[in-house]
């Protein structure tokens, strides 16, 4: 059984205006909601963790503490943006501890690239993956996940909020996908798994 954590990152400095562009870091809030989210989820031992490469989703993951296995940057992880708004700002220069990004996928419409990323998800060795991102890009992969056919999956919107968890287990034998937890706070799952 695959589980699968979708975590959208914790608040940014953008959120609450206190810097602008769409590329900010953490506020202090934010901070502490990802030192929370580490406690909470330390000791899952991830095989995998897909990350957005925008800063607020890299923070997100580096003040959690939660140790970094195989870490991968995914450019198709990032927020829904008007063509271009990301070249400027990618390809960074990815911190040593991740794969840095090889998909170069944030012009690519985003329900497109969020169905890429979850037959390449769901296809892998990996059995505890964590996912960070962001806002649209989480509701887009949990409507994937939560609605069978296409026409409900253009129809419904899965908000989560800053620093919330949700988990999908996913059965490789049987192609089963069950919403677990959705928008929870991460504390809450201790209860659940």
Same mark, same amino acid.
């Given at each position: ?8 990152? $914790? +608040? ?22 990802? &030192? ?9 031992? @991830? ?9 607020? %989703?890299? &923070? ?11 870490? *991968?940057?995914?450019?198709?992880? *990032?927020? %829904? ?17 991740? *794969? ?11 329900? =497109?690239?969020?169905?890429? @990323? ?26 994937? @996940? ?7 999956? =253009?129809? #419904?919107? #899965? @908000? ?11 059965? +490789? ?7 677990? $937890?959705?928008?929870? &706070? ?8």
């Amino acid at each position: 059984m695959k589980k699968i954590y979708i975590v959208r990152h $914790a +608040e940014s400095k953008a959120q609450t205006g206190g810097e602008f562009g769409i590329d900010s870091g953490l506020s202090s809030r934010g901070q502490k909601q990802a &030192e929370q989210l580490g406690k909470t989820l330390k000791n899952i031992g @991830f095989d995998e963790i897909r990350l957005s490469p925008l800063k607020r %989703a890299r &923070e997100t993951l580096e003040f959690s503490g939660i140790e970094k296995s195989e870490v *991968i940057f995914d450019s198709r992880l *990032i927020e %829904a943006m008007p063509e271009h708004a990301y070249d400027e700002l990618l390809p960074y220069d990815y911190p040593s501890y991740g *794969i840095a990004d090889g998909y170069k996928a944030w012009n690519i419409n985003l329900l =497109s690239r969020m169905n890429n @990323f979850l037959d390449e998800v769901l296809k892998s060795d990996s059995e505890n993956i964590l996912i960070i991102s962001h806002g649209m890009a989480m509701s887009t992969l949990l409507r994937i @996940f939560i609605c069978a056919d296409k026409q409900t999956v =253009s129809n #419904c919107y #899965c @908000f989560m909020n800053n620093a919330a968890v949700s988990l999908v287990d996913y059965n +490789e034998s049987s192609g089963e996908r069950r919403l677990v $937890a959705w928008n929870s &706070e991460a504390s809450s799952l201790i209860k659940i798994k």
